[in-house]
């Protein structure tokens, strides 16, 4: 059954009880904390919702959010696309104390005695925030800035450190040479 989308806040409990499910398109212009995370403010971003409450009468919001960002390089400083896909499953509560009892598999949502309303773009910044790795590079092959021959050292590490194995053999020459003698 097709519904409305979502308001821009919305009283989530109103939500539950219609065991609501939608989806919705979001820009990134409108989530400011991301401002510093990302190179630029394109693109758009996708979300999925249900609502319900779950079997422990549990109430709940999940979904997931996907979309492309563009991240700085960290290698060459330009623009590198990020495929975001984060999946989210919050249990809706009204306390911290609530909070701690809720099942492993729930985020808790604490919702304020004072304000009842939700924001989507809050949620779904909120998840953005916690899939956006903290250093990104483009793909092998993609980057203005290729990786030195130097910089592949760890065949060259391997070898000063098999180094030092070399030097038994070398004493036990010693210890037979010396019982040559
Ligand atoms: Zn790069």
């Known amino acids: 059954m097709y519904m409305q989308s979502l308001p821009t806040r919305f009283d989530p409990m109103l939500y539950v009880r219609r065991a609501y499910e939608g989806e919705g398109r979001l820009s990134l212009k409108t989530m400011a904390r991301l401002q510093n995370r990302l190179l630029d403010q394109e693109g758009e971003i996708t979300y999925q919702v249900a609502f319900g409450v779950d079997a422990q009468s549990i109430k709940f919001v999940r979904g997931q959010v996907t979309g492309i960002c563009h991240l700085q390089c ?105 019982k040559q003698k």
């Open 74 to 178: 960290q290698r060459c400083l330009e623009s590198v696309d990020y495929n975001l896909y984060q999946e989210f499953q919050l249990g809706l509560v009204r306390s911290e104390q609530e909070a701690d009892q809720l099942p492993q598999q729930y985020e808790p949502l604490i919702l304020d005695e004072d304000c009842e309303t939700i924001s989507m773009t809050d949620l779904v910044e909120e998840e953005i925030l916690l899939a956006l790795p903290i250093v990104h590079v483009h793909e092998e092959g993609q980057c203005s800035v290729k990786v030195p021959v130097a910089a592949q050292a760890p065949v060259v590490d391997q070898e000063q450190q098999q180094k030092p194995r070399v030097n038994p053999f070398a004493v036990l020459k010693e210890l037979k040479d010396l």
